[in-house]
């Protein structure tokens, strides 16, 4: 695909559903209604007060989605800095509006709906980083003087996200971005140098921690370390997923959330109260429909006839990758509890549009593909 950006508007005419990958819209939707009907389980049986506002989010995503989706390549192209900058401005505004919420200044309420605008930066950043690699040749990717805009790219938003304190946004924020720096061919030495520099400034960021984060490292070491405490979402959520068994206790029928013996069951721990009630079977097919949402966009991605393209959808794969896995390893006490949500599953009304709106974008990318196709 070229990115011809002084072509005319009708060459990109969208007619409704010309181009679209059906496929992917449904694997979304099934897991967006998975995400319904754990929330339904996870308030003991009722659509009060998350299963009904994440199914009106979803349908008011995938139309976010489709509306996205028709728009042309050159637009998300020329207007990736614009993107990038107004969501960075949103950031920003944060820091001198946001409201206050147990510590931590997250949210901006703008009259009508209140976002989260660390969770949206995410794709304005891949969007930026997406668009100055298309702009360089392949060779010069690795030269010292082309690092200085991504990495300006990646750490501003960086460095607003983890002052509000958002310890687990900003990892996966950064994690994303490099991510993008990895796929658009950048030399490893630099990732190399990078993880010793980590390794290195780990005593220092440690001192910075809040106490509340470095309990969280402390008990994902050792979860008996404070089980009525910083440890007991982990064990609970380890009871929940291991009392599930071959088949689980059946939908509506698990006790850590009957009982209310598990925090934070409709946001962090969704997949504990999935399993619990699904078991292994039934988890395995839940994995199954996040592989085949990530096989798809790796496929996708491979299908892309320019940088620009190719960089943004699989920088939108691997972003999904690094959520689902961080989750999953999070609530199996594999990771430390960073607040990570599980995409498409988790109640959060701005992670939900975030990720739909992500896949609009992707959808746009591959249907101009398709019919430029389709034209032979």
Not at 259 to 282: C, Q, R, S, W
Request: net charge neutral; glycine share 12%.
């Amino acid at each position: 695909m070229s990115l011809n950006t002084t072509g005319s508007a009708r060459e990109g005419a969208f007619v409704f559903g010309q181009g679209l990958n059906w496929f992917l819209i449904l694997t979304v939707f099934l897991l967006g209604l998975v995400g319904v009907g754990t929330l339904y389980s996870a308030a003991g049986g009722s659509f009060d007060p998350w299963a009904w506002r994440h199914g009106v989010r979803l349908i008011i995503g995938i139309f976010l989605m489709l509306a996205v989706a028709a728009l042309d390549v050159r637009v998300l192209y020329n207007g990736a800095y614009f993107i990038f900058g107004g969501l960075l401005l949103l950031l920003l505004s944060v820091q001198l509006f946001g409201d206050v919420t147990m510590g931590a200044k997250r949210w901006l309420d703008l009259g009508i709906v209140t976002v989260q605008p660390s969770e949206f930066i995410r794709l304005g950043m891949i969007l930026a980083l997406a668009r100055f690699y298309q702009s360089i040749h392949q060779d010069v990717v690795s030269h010292f003087q082309n690092l200085f805009v991504p990495a300006l790219i990646i750490l501003v938003p960086v460095m607003l996200i983890i002052n509000q304190p958002d310890l687990g946004t900003t990892i996966m924020l950064a994690v994303s971005g490099i991510g993008v720096l990895f796929l658009a061919g950048l030399n490893w030495r630099y990732f190399a140098v990078g993880a010793v520099a980590i390794v290195a400034t780990v005593p220092l960021v440690w001192q910075r921690l809040f106490d509340y984060q470095k309990e969280r490292v402390l008990v994902f070491l050792n979860p008996e370390r404070d089980p009525l405490g910083a440890g007991y979402h982990i064990i609970q959520s380890k009871i929940g997923i291991g009392s599930g068994g071959m088949f689980g206790k059946g939908f509506s029928e698990g006790t850590q959330s009957r009982l209310n013996f598990l925090p934070e069951k409709h946001t962090d721990f969704v997949f504990t109260i999935y399993a619990e009630e699904m078991g292994f079977v039934g988890s395995v097919l839940l994995l199954v429909l996040f592989v085949l949402l990530l096989v798809q966009l790796a496929f996708i991605a491979n299908q892309m006839r320019s940088q620009f393209a190719r960089l943004v959808v699989a920088g939108i794969g691997f972003s999904l990758f690094v959520y689902i896995f961080i989750n999953l390893a999070m609530v199996m006490g594999l990771a430390p509890v960073v607040g990570v949500p599980l995409p498409f599953i988790s109640y959060g009304g701005t992670s939900m549009l975030t990720f739909l709106i992500s896949i609009g974008v992707v959808l746009s990318l591959e249907r101009q593909v398709r019919v430029e196709m389709s034209r032979g």
